[in-house]
């Protein structure tokens, strides 16, 4: 077994212990509690590609639907040489408890290809994905109605638009053919605003949390979000988008950044898109950053003393080692499973928040479910309203001006004025997604004696959520 393998078969029993705290509170059948757990369908898949060397090559793969009390199913797509049945059902049940947790009525599915992407050069990678594809849409697997897959680890949206016109080449009568599958470039029907969206939505997440001076009292922290010590792990997607906006928008101090090759850290706050151009041209190295003293064992980071902890690269990452010398208040999992079961109890016993994965990351398959939509009706976000709304806030800026005899400034004018883009209402969308979700955590959180964490009343939330949706379908 790889260690990567190995660590998510921990990763996967932390899980599996989640939703049993969270089950156990509950009081339902153990059918009904199986049903939930277990995935209704997976097929494993091996088919052979000739590559450029002018070989046959075979590969195996799979896609698990792990419920279906709501359709499509969604999840990524992975490619990895750790792939395997287990991985991908374990995967498969998550999508499902965090589609439910932001109200994204979707299932939760997972897919995965046995192979490592770096191995390939682009024509091969084509070839493979296109024929895994048609595997998958030969059986029913992927479809706008049935399961919508999006980019995992190893994928991007270059493989997600090679399956889109796999699926129209097959399906040329579905007209909704482009909704198959998110994640698209936004020139090839994707959506403004996919890429940041996990970044992102960490952001709105804390940002609700800091709504909240009860949440925040119970944690430890007052005031405002501005001049939080921020230490992130990991400067990839999800933790370069949140750790930029935090600093650059809501004035977090981000104090230390964990990288691969160790970690920066600068109590007057360090600037992330500088870090960032450093390591595109440094090949991923942070040494040698200027204005930030250098740390070789990144881990030990971990426990720099912050207010927000935000782990944003790969699980595993604070375990019944570490957990004890954690010196923050809040653990903010913007990467899946970062927080093992050991360390999460040890972590609730020391009265630090842990605000949980399945909700804080929730931002990327948000934004997914708002390009199927846009997929299936055909016509980008705001085309219609945008002009129109620039119409009435040019006739209202006119009508204060003339009734007051007053120039309205010019900033304020171009608030009123401007109407919204694709983006603007993509942001709008998640921002009002995860304050909706955050608030009905917190009432379970608060509501319930025999729950006091926030990871418990989400998985709590998201159960109840799927079990009634399965009732109300007659199971
Ligand atoms: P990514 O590959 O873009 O970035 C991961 C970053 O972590 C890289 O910069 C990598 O160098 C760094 N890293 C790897 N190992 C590290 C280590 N041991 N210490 C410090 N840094 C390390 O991945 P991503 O898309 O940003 O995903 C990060 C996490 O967020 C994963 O757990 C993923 O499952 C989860 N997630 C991602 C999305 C998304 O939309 N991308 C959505 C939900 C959840």
């Not at 002018?54 to 040489?81: E, M």
């Not at 482009?178 to 996919?194: D, E, F, L």
């Not at 085309?383 to 005899?405: F, K, L, P």
Request: proline share 4%.
């Amino acid at each position: 077994m790889s260690s990567t393998t190995a660590d998510l078969y921990k990763f996967r029993n932390s899980v599996n212990r989640m939703v049993d705290r969270a089950m156990s509170l509950m009081d339902l059948p153990v059918g009904i509690q199986n049903h939930v757990k277990y995935c209704s369908s997976v097929l494993q898949v091996h088919f052979v590609v000739k590559l450029s060397d002018g070989q046959f090559h075979t590969f195996k793969g799979w896609l698990a639907l792990h419920s279906d009390h709501r359709l499509p199913a969604k999840g990524g797509i992975r490619y990895s040489l750790s792939v395997d049945q287990d991985e991908v059902e374990a995967l498969a049940s998550l999508m499902t408890y965090k589609c439910a947790i932001v109200d994204v009525p979707y299932g939760g599915s997972k897919g995965g290809l046995r192979i490592n992407p770096k191995a390939y050069n682009e024509e091969d990678l084509e070839r493979i994905t296109r024929r895994f594809a048609r595997t998958l849409i030969d059986r029913g697997f992927i479809s706008p109605s049935e399961n919508v897959p999006a980019p995992d680890m190893g994928t991007g949206p270059r493989e997600m638009a090679w399956i889109a016109d796999t699926y129209k080449a097959l399906r040329p009568d579905d007209i909704n053919y482009m909704a198959c599958v998110a994640g698209k470039p936004v020139t090839s029907n994707g959506i403004w605003g996919r890429e940041e969206a996990t970044g992102r939505g960490v952001q709105y997440a804390i940002r609700e949390f800091f709504r909240h001076p009860e949440d925040l009292k119970a944690a430890g922290l007052t005031g405002a979000l501005e001049g939080q010590r921020v230490v992130v792990q990991g400067l990839g997607n999800v933790g370069y988008h949140a750790a930029k906006f935090l600093s650059e928008e809501d004035g977090c101090k981000v104090v230390a950044l964990i990288e691969r090759s160790g970690a920066l850290i600068n109590d007057n706050g360090l600037n992330i898109e500088a870090i960032k151009q450093w390591m595109l041209t440094n090949k991923g190295q942070l040494q040698g950053f200027p204005d930030a003293r250098y740390v070789a064992d990144g881990t030990s980071v971990l426990e720099y003393p912050c207010d927000l902890l935000i782990p944003a690269a790969l699980e595993s990452q604070i375990t019944a080692e570490n957990a004890g010398r954690v010196q923050c208040k809040v653990v903010v999992e913007a990467a899946n499973g970062p927080v093992t079961a050991d360390a999460d109890e040890i972590l609730r016993k020391r009265g630090i928040t842990v605000l949980p994965d399945m909700y804080v990351n929730a931002g990327g398959v948000t934004v997914s479910y708002f390009e199927w939509i846009k997929n299936l009706q055909h016509i980008r976000f705001g085309r219609m309203q945008r002009r129109n709304e620039e119409y009435r806030g040019r006739a209202v800026v006119e009508a204060i001006e003339s009734t007051t005899g007053q120039k309205v400034p010019a900033i304020i004018k171009e608030n009123i004025i401007k109407g919204a883009d694709e983006l603007d209402l993509v942001r709008s969308g998640l921002d009002d997604t995860m304050r909706t979700a955050y608030q009905q955590i917190r009432s379970i959180y608060w509501e319930n004696d025999n729950i006091d964490d926030y990871r418990t009343a989400a998985y709590y939330l998201s159960i109840q959520k799927i079990v009634r949706a399965y009732y109300e379908l007659g199971l």
